[in-house]
């Protein structure tokens, strides 16, 4: 099942400096897009969501953008720190258009902050 | 902060046997959810439950599988002859109408020896 990919698996970055993870998906149905984060031994931790009629979601240092026509998102962490040392999951949901809006993951990104 | 709950946290299971890993979703939310995730493999849809039956399903989800919500908090997925494949760390999740952001729970950690 390819239809969410994230092509990195992993990414390390300096402390104070700008992290961006990347995602992509076949799906043209996929109308939900989630980044969660997950600590060892421990459940997703929900993010940062879009919705597929925006181009942009920030919250806090978190920005999420999206590029539906290259069926693209990114997440930017800005700045870096070391407690965001983590894996990035990348997420997609047909939302309404399916029943359920089970989440197809990608394969994740283990980002490194290095103090 | 409410959150999902999950127990046991590890279970060690011979091949063949059931087990049952249980779930206490958020209680206000309406859609409940099962993934896994097989060591170094994605987190993979299993199930999806609302209005007391299953929505989705995944072909993941045989007749082995089964889930209940037998009553107002506890959620959870049976496996009814475990097989040495169905290692794997189990998440259970839920959400609210309003939005599609899944709430995890921490996992059940299912070995079958």
């Known amino acids: 099942d390819q239809q969410v990919k994230q092509n990195s698996p992993s990414l390390s970055v300096q402390e104070g400096r700008i992290s961006i993870l990347n995602c992509d998906y076949t799906?043209?149905?996929?109308?939900?897009f989630l980044w969660y984060k997950k600590y060892p031994a421990e459940g997703p931790t929900f993010l940062i969501s879009?919705?597929?009629?925006?181009d942009k979601n920030e919250d806090g240092r978190f920005t999420v953008f999206l590029n539906k026509s290259a069926k693209h998102l990114s997440l930017h962490i800005v700045p870096s720190q070391p407690g965001d040392s983590a894996v990035y999951f990348c997420?997609?949901?047909?939302?309404?258009?399916?029943?359920?809006?089970?989440?197809?993951f990608g394969e994740g990104t283990q980002l490194t902050v290095n103090p | 902060e409410p959150e999902v709950t999950q127990t046991p946290s590890h279970q060690v299971t011979q091949m063949g046997q059931e087990v049952i890993l249980r779930c206490v979703p958020i209680?206000?939310?309406?859609?409940f959810y099962w993934y896994r995730q097989i060591l170094g493999q994605k987190v993979e849809f299993l199930v999806s439950?609302?209005?007391?039956?299953?929505?989705?399903k995944s072909e993941i989800f045989d007749d082995q599988f089964s889930v209940e919500r037998p009553d107002g908090s506890n959620f959870t997925l049976k496996i009814r002859s475990t097989k040495l494949e169905d290692s794997a760390m189990y998440f259970c999740?839920?959400?609210?109408?309003?939005?599609?952001?899944?709430?995890f729970g921490p996992g059940t950690r299912l070995t079958v020896t």
């Open positions: 879009i919705s597929s009629i925006k």
């Open positions: 799906n043209s149905m996929f109308d939900y």
């Open positions: 997420a997609a949901s047909g939302g309404r258009r399916t029943s359920g809006s089970r989440l197809t």
């Open positions: 439950f609302y209005n007391n039956e299953i929505s989705e």
């Open positions: 999740a839920s959400y609210l109408d309003l939005s599609y952001e899944q709430y």
């Open positions: 209680s206000n939310h309406l859609y």
